[in-house]
């Protein structure tokens, strides 16, 4: 979603800027400007489309500066255009405001503003803030923002330059992140560690409520009544190389092939064979608060909702607790039963989609224990859950989710194994599923050497308008998974169902041009799976099965075969949703789709 970059130091600040945004590209925009002081006006460039687009409009006509603030836009309010990109400067022109996030009361606010004469040049909601904050300047940059925020209702990451309190960005944070890059002789404020990583690896993250002042050498932290408060400095501890593409033609396809390491990381260390059991230091609830868990709830959206419903299944399977799983968007509007025995699990890639934040404080709220699952170390749901289990996936840049989703399922299961253990599962299954998951790693790396045979697949079905996704049991949020991936970048309908699901309806779609594919691998449910496959070949259906061993009631049913290794049940959709990611990328790049950055969304939803 939008990203903000701002830099106050010796150092030609277009560069800077420019650099900051591409670092921030993989979160998906639509728009792109910078606002720059060059010692006695501010300048504005801005151009809808890519980041290249507003290098063209630059390089037509540069602007000079060491203090800044750059943009990326994802349009909420108004069209992606020239007039609605960021910044957006008051009427006089002395102050230029970037933003992140939704002004709920922008329709008062510019009503307010228009009868004081403020004329309107953009559709955006942000626009009201550059005005208001130059209604309210009187001398210090600082005192106008935390004025004007006491007038506006809603989210926002913001970064504020004026020409008439120079030498300082003034920023502040609700609902949307932001943090300082520390450096010497120069700092930076972003929404993004990867904006900064190139320059600083000290960063403060900015929590809900925090206006910062930042200078070329010195920055401050400050409250709702300018009252200095203190912000520890983070180290990122993640390299610039995870963040670009060494090599692979995408960040997609480099984070597929990354998962042998990725999901060796999430175990690293957390599990123990001998004992059938996981360690997971972060979770902070002692023995006792683990056995008072009445019931589970996991709440995510998207590719984590996915990975949720796995956990469910896993955890009521091996703990008998009871689990729900909501979307979080949902979740949030919906007064839920919770009690303080309830364990709230919150599943997020990026530890910062809006709704699923909004869900993990609605939870606490009610009273229960909350447990993040999250892949981005310092993210605002790391830092406000009651306890946590990072994934350790590595940075994920692909809008499609895929390391994490292996590593949210692999998070998942050493959760299980941990409170299966602590409730009635016997030392010798747990052993069973610990080496099982241990063996994860390689036996992704043999699904990967099966690449070319899905490539070959791709090639077959780049022209199809829909495909269905069919499995059973584990393999169910598997099959939705996989058509989530193909939808997302090659723009493709598919759906995922459950397989016997399909006689309700969508077996109506089933002809000789719908490609159905369908998760089988050998667990429980397994003949009734291939009973599923008859009923579709039946109707002509072109089907390619993922299974995971020669198998004499399939002969005949299957058009293409992808093999996965095979495993305990629980632990099956990690190796099918290798061939499902491969699957959806390839028949993306064949379509000539961009892959890392498809229409319309965003990395990371920071937006309701
Ligand atoms: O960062 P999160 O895991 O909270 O993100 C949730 C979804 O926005 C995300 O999984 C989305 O569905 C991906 N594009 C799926 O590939």
Redesign the pocket.
């Given at each position: 979603m939008c990203g903000i970059i701002g830099y106050v130091g010796p150092k030609p600040v277009v560069p800077l800027l420019i650099e900051g945004l591409k670092r921030m590209e993989y979160r998906g925009y639509d728009s792109a400007g910078v606002a720059v002081y060059d010692g006695t006006v501010l300048h504005t460039r801005r151009a809808a489309g890519k980041i290249a687009k507003l290098e063209a409009v630059l390089a037509a006509n540069p602007v000079h500066g060491a203090i800044g603030i750059g943009h990326t836009r994802w349009a909420t309010h108004g069209p992606p255009t020239e007039r609605n990109a960021h910044p957006h400067r008051s009427a006089d022109g002395t102050i230029s405001v970037v933003h992140n996030g939704i002004i709920e009361n922008v329709n008062t606010l510019r009503a307010a503003l228009q009868e004081l004469g403020y004329v309107f040049n953009s559709d955006t909601d942000t626009e009201v803030l550059a005005h208001l904050i130059q209604e309210l300047f009187d001398g210090s940059l600082e005192e106008a923002v935390l004025s004007a925020l006491t007038k506006v209702e809603g989210t926002y990451g913001l970064a504020v330059l004026s020409s008439r309190d120079a030498g300082k960005i003034v920023a502040a944070r609700k609902g949307s992140p932001l943090l300082i890059g520390v450096g010497h002789g120069e700092n930076f404020l972003a929404s993004d560690p990867s904006a900064v990583l190139a320059h600083t690896r000290q960063v403060v993250y900015l929590d809900d409520g925090d206006v910062a002042v930042i200078e070329h050498d010195a920055y401050r932290v400050i409250d709702a009544h300018a009252a200095t408060i203190s912000r520890k400095v983070d180290r990122i501890h993640w390299d610039l190389a995870e963040i670009e593409r060494g090599g692979y033609d995408h960040f997609m396809l480099k984070e597929i092939f990354e998962q042998p390491v990725s999901v060796e990381n999430t175990m690293r260390g957390r599990l123990i064979l001998d004992d059938g059991t996981a360690k997971l230091g972060g979770i902070n609830l002692s023995h006792d608060e683990l056995l008072r868990i009445d019931n589970v709830i996991i709440t995510?959206?998207?590719?984590?909702?996915h990975s949720a419903l796995i956990g469910e299944m896993m955890i009521e399977e091996l703990c008998r607790i009871p689990v729900e799983v909501e979307y979080a968007s949902e979740f949030r509007y919906k007064n839920p039963i919770v009690s303080d025995r309830t364990l709230c699990i919150v599943?997020?890639?990026?530890?910062?989609?809006a709704d699923?934040l909004a869900a993990m404080r609605e939870a606490k709220r009610r009273g229960a224990r909350t447990l993040g699952l999250v892949?981005v170390v310092g993210s605002t749901i790391a830092r406000e859950d009651d306890g946590g289990v990072y994934l350790h996936a590595g940075p994920e840049i692909g809008?499609?989710?895929t390391k994490?989703f292996t590593s949210q399922v692999v998070a998942l299961a050493l959760l299980t194994l941990k409170l299966a253990r602590k409730h009635n599962l016997s030392v010798v299954r747990g052993r069973e599923l610990a080496q099982a998951m241990h063996d994860l790693p390689a036996q992704i790396q043999t699904v990967l050497e099966t690449a070319t045979v899905i490539e070959a697949i791709a090639e077959e079905f780049k022209h199809a308008t829909n495909f269905l996704y069919l499995g059973r049991g584990y393999s169910f949020p598997t099959a939705l998974e996989g058509a989530?991936?193909l939808k997302?970048i090659s723009y493709i309908h598919a759906e995922g169902y459950p397989a016997a699901e399909m006689k309700h309806g969508p077996i109506a779609l089933i002809d000789d041009q719908m490609p159905v594919v369908f998760i089988a691998p050998h667990d429980a449910v397994f003949d009734k799976v291939v009973s599923n496959i008859q009923e579709c070949r039946a109707r002509h259906g072109r089907t390619i099965v993922i299974t995971t061993r020669d198998e004499p009631a399939l002969k005949g049913l299957i058009d293409y075969e992808i093999r996965i290794p095979e495993t305990v049940d629980m632990l099956s959709p990690v190796l099918a949703a290798v061939p499902l990611q491969l699957l959806a990328y390839y028949i993306a790049v064949k379509r000539g789709a961009n892959v890392d950055q498809p229409r319309n969304?965003a990395?990371?939803?920071t937006v309701e």
């Open positions: 995510a959206c998207g590719t984590s909702w599943i997020s890639q990026s530890g910062e989609t699923t892949n809008v499609a989710s994490a989530l991936k997302e969304l990395k990371s939803v």
